[in-house]
C-alpha cells in the first residue's frame, strides 16, 4: 500500500479513560492518539473493551474517568447526536420501516437542506458504496453485503469528521469479507475522512490500517503501523495475536542505548534492538522470529547465518508447507513456512535441514 | 411408536372437527335466532326478519349501557396499555432482578378465577371509601385486560434492536425525535392492536362490571339484566350478535397489527447476514 503523506494534526485524543463495571475495568487507562485522516484499527481478542472504547468516542457510553476530545474539543458531556462522529454498527441498525434512500437520508433530514442538494447527497453517497439504483428498495430486501453498504452510506452522507466501524466485515462470509476490505480501504482514501475500525481480525487490521492499536484486558498493548506491529510486536502476547511466531530464550550480554547483544542458544550471540516498551527481567529476555522469515538452505547453498536440524513434522498448505524444524539447543523445534516453488513439500520427515535467517528478524520483547 | 402416529393422523382430524363444532356451534346459533321471526328460540325457524336489530336503537336503557361500555372500554384500553408500554418496555429492554416474578405476577390474573379477583376488588374499593361507579369498573378492567396488554406489547417490542434508536441518535436525531421517527413508527402497531385487544374484552367483560359497577351498567350488565323477560330474548340475541361480530373483527384487526410489529422489530438483525 503506498503511503500517503497524511497530516499530523491529531484527530482524536483518548487520555487514561477508564471504564470501570464495578470492580472490573472493561478499559484499562487507555490512552491512544488518532490522526486526521488515518485508518486506524483497535485490534484485539473477544471481550478486550474494543467496542467500549468505540462507543465511548461515539458518546454512547462515558468514561468513568480519563477524556475523549474529537478535533480539538473535549467531548465529555456532548451527547452522541452532537458528536461530529458517525457510526457503523455491527449489526447494521438499518431501520426496517424506512426504504434504502430514507434510510441514508436519515440524518440530512436534520439538515433542514434544500429537497434537491439532499438528494444529490443522498445519489452521492449510495454512488460511493456503489447502491445507486437501490434507493427505493425496502431495508428488509437488502442481501447481508447491501445493508453494509446502506449503514456506510447513511454515516458517510453526514460528513463526519471519524467514522467509526465496530467490525462491520464480521457478518460476510469470506469472498465478501475480502472484496469489502478492499473498498473500504478505497472508500476512505477518496473521501480522507479519519476511520476507525474494530476487529479481532489480525489480517484484516493489517490489510487495511495505517496503524494499529492492539488491545489485550482493557490495556493498549502496543500502538504501531502494520509492519511495525507484525515484525516488532513488544511482548510475545501482541506477536501471538498476529500469527505465529517462534519464541528463542536469550540472556542479555550487553545493553547499550537502543540495541543490546544477547546469547541465544541455537542462534549463537545476536545484536538487536531493545523495544521502547522493553520490560526487563534479570538477564533473561526473549527473541521471536517469525516462521516465513526462516528459509531452507537448499543442497550446498550458503549463508551467513544458518542453523542446523531435522525436519520432525510437515503440514501441507497448497502454496506453502509448514514444517517443524528441531535444532539442537532449542527447547522447542521451529515453525518454518516454506512457499512450494523449490519442493518443500517433498522435504522427508526426518531429513537433516540448514535455515538461512536474517538475525534483524530476530526481535527482543518483553515476556 | 409408528402404529400411535397412525392412530393419531387418521382420528386428529375428526377430534379437531368435532371440538371446532362444540366450541362454535352455540356461537352459531346466536345471530341464527336473532333474525328469526319467533320470539323463542326454537326449531324449526318461522321466518327471516331484521325487526329485532331495528327495535335496538329505539331502547334507551340500551344506549345508555352502550355508552357506558364505550367510556369506560376506551378508559380501560388506554390505561392498559399505557401501564403495559412501560411494563414490557421494562422487560425486554433492562435485565433486573425479579424480571420473570414480576412478568408472572402480571401474567397472573389469566389464570385467577374471575369472581374470586372480582370480590377481592370489590372488597379494596370498598375499604379505600370508593364509592362504586363506572370508574370503579375501569380499574377493574384494567387488571384484566394488563396481561392481554402486555402480552401483545411484549412480542412487539422483543427484538426490538437497541441500536436502531442509537443509530438516530448517532445521525443527529434528538431523543424526541428518535422516539418519533424510529421507535414510535416501529412499535405503533402493537401498540393499537393492545388497544383494540384491551377495549374488546373490557366491552365483553361481565363479572368485574356486575360487580364493581354502581348504578350505572355496561352492556354485558344490562344483557344479564334482559334475561330475565323471555319477551326482551331476540332484542339480545340480536345485540349479543352485534358485540360478537365487532369484537371479531376487533381482535382480527389486533392481530395483523401484532404480527406486522413482531415481523417489523424482528427482521432487523439481518436475516441474510
Ligand atoms: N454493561 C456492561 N456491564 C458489565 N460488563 C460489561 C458491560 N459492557 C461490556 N462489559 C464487559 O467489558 C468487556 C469489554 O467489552 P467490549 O464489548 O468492549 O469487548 P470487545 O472487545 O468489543 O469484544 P468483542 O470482540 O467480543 O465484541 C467485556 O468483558 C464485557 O463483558
Ligand atoms: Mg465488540
Redesign the interface.
Known amino acids: 500500500m503506498p503511503e500517503r503523506s497524511k497530516s499530523e494534526r491529531p484527530m482524536i485524543e483518548i487520555a487514561h479513560v477508564t471504564r470501570s463495571y464495578g470492580a472490573f475495568k472493561a478499559l484499562d487507562d487507555a490512552s491512544l492518539t488518532i490522526r486526521e485522516g488515518e485508518f486506524f484499527s483497535l485490534l484485539g481478542p473477544s471481550g478486550c473493551g474494543k467496542t467500549t472504547l468505540l462507543r465511548m468516542i461515539?458518546?454512547?457510553d462515558n468514561p468513568t474517568s480519563g477524556s475523549i476530545a474529537v478535533d480539538g474539543q473535549e467531548m465529555l458531556g456532548i451527547?452522541?447526536?452532537?458528536r461530529p462522529?458517525?457510526?457503523v454498527?455491527?449489526?447494521?441498525?438499518?431501520?426496517?420501516?424506512l426504504n434504502v434512500e430514507q434510510n441514508v437520508g436519515?440524518?440530512l433530514k436534520?439538515?433542514r437542506l434544500d429537497a434537491t442538494e439532499e438528494k444529490r447527497r443522498v445519489e452521492e453517497a449510495l454512488a460511493q458504496v456503489s447502491l445507486t439504483g437501490l434507493g427505493k428498495r425496502g431495508a428488509?430486501e437488502?442481501?447481508?453485503g447491501q445493508?453494509q453498504r446502506v449503514a456506510l452510506a447513511?454515516?458517510l452522507v453526514?460528513r463526519p469528521k471519524v467514522l467509526l466501524l465496530d467490525e462491520p466485515l464480521s457478518?460476510?462470509d469470506k469472498k465478501l469479507r475480502e472484496q469489502m476490505q478492499v473498498e473500504l480501504r478505497r472508500l476512505q482514501q477518496a473521501v480522507g475522512i479519519t476511520f476507525i475500525l474494530v476487529t479481532h481480525d489480525q489480517y484484516e487490521a493489517l490489510a487495511m490500517s495505517d496503524r494499529i492499536a492492539v488491545m489485550f484486558g482493557g490495556k493498549i498493548a502496543q500502538v504501531a503501523s502494520p509492519k511495525e506491529i507484525y515484525q516488532r510486536p513488544v511482548n510475545r502476547q501482541v506477536a501471538d495475536f498476529l500469527g505465529g511466531m517462534n519464541f528463542v530464550k536469550a540472556e542479555i550480554v550487553e545493553e547499550n542505548g537502543a540495541s543490546m547483544t544477547v546469547d541465544t542458544l541455537g542462534f549463537g550471540r545476536v545484536k538487536t534492538d531493545k523495544p521502547a516498551a522493553f520490560v526487563r527481567n534479570g538477564k533473561a529476555a526473549t527473541l521471536g522470529i517469525r516462521p516465513e522469515r526462516l528459509r531452507v538452505l537448499w543442497d550446498d547453498a550458503k549463508d551467513k547465518h544458518e542453523v542446523a536440524g531435522t525436519v520432525v513434522d510437515r503440514h501441507y498448505f497448497g502454496e506453502i508447507t509448514h514444517l517443524i524444524v528441531d535444532i539442537p539447543g532449542l527447547e522447542k523445534p521451529l515453525s518454518v513456512t516454506e512457499t512450494n516453488n523449490f519442493g518443500a513439500d517433498d522435504i522427508p520427515v526426518g531429513a537433516p535441514i540448514r535455515l538461512a535467517y536474517d538475525p534483524d528478524a530476530l526481535v527482543a520483547m518483553a515476556d | 411408536m409408528s402404529g400411535l402416529r397412525k392412530i393419531l393422523s387418521n382420528w386428529l382430524p375428526a377430534y379437531a372437527f368435532l371440538y371446532i363444532v362444540f366450541l362454535y356451534l352455540p356461537v352459531i346459533f346466536l345471530p341464527i335466532f336473532s333474525v328469526n321471526t319467533s320470539a323463542s328460540p326454537k326449531f324449526p325457524l318461522s321466518g327471516f326478519t331484521l325487526k329485532w336489530y331495528e327495535e335496538l336503537p329505539h331502547t334507551p336503557a340500551l344506549l345508555d349501557a352502550a355508552w357506558n361500555s364505550l367510556m369506560v372500554g376506551v378508559s380501560a384500553a388506554i390505561l392498559s396499555t399505557v401501564l403495559g408500554i412501560c411494563a414490557a418496555r421494562a422487560i425486554t429492554r433492562y435485565r433486573f432482578p425479579g424480571r420473570r416474578t414480576i412478568n408472572g405476577l402480571l401474567m397472573a390474573p389469566l389464570v385467577l378465577p374471575e369472581i374470586i379477583v372480582a370480590v377481592s376488588m370489590l372488597l379494596v374499593m370498598l375499604q379505600l371509601g370508593l364509592s362504586l361507579s363506572l370508574v370503579t369498573v375501569v380499574l377493574g378492567h384494567v387488571l384484566v385486560c394488563i396481561p392481554y396488554s402486555l402480552s401483545v406489547l411484549t412480542s412487539g417490542f422483543e427484538g426490538f434492536d437497541r441500536s436502531l434508536e442509537e443509530a438516530s441518535a448517532d445521525l443527529g436525531e434528538s431523543a424526541f425525535g428518535t422516539f418519533r421517527r424510529v421507535t414510535l413508527p416501529m412499535v405503533a402497531p402493537a401498540i393499537i392492536s393492545s388497544l383494540l385487544v384491551s377495549f374488546t374484552i373490557s366491552l365483553d367483560e361481565f363479572i368485574m362490571a356486575f360487580f364493581l359497577t354502581g348504578t350505572e351498567s355496561t352492556l354485558p350488565v344490562y344483557i344479564w339484566g334482559q334475561l330475565r323477560f323471555a319477551s326482551k330474548l331476540p332484542g339480545v340475541l340480536a345485540l349479543g350478535t352485534l358485540l360478537l361480530v365487532g369484537s371479531f373483527v376487533l381482535l382480527t384487526l389486533a392481530e395483523i397489527l401484532r404480527r406486522r410489529a413482531a415481523r417489523r422489530t424482528q427482521n432487523t438483525g439481518g436475516v441474510f447476514a
Not at chain 1, 451527547?79 to 452532537?82: F, L, M, S, V
Not at chain 1, 455491527?90 to 420501516?97: D, E, G, L, R, T
Open positions: 461515539a458518546g454512547f451527547p452522541a447526536n452532537r462522529t458517525n457510526m454498527f455491527q449489526s447494521y441498525a438499518i431501520f426496517p420501516h436519515y440524518g436534520r439538515l428488509t437488502l442481501s447481508g445493508r447513511r454515516a453526514m457478518a460476510l
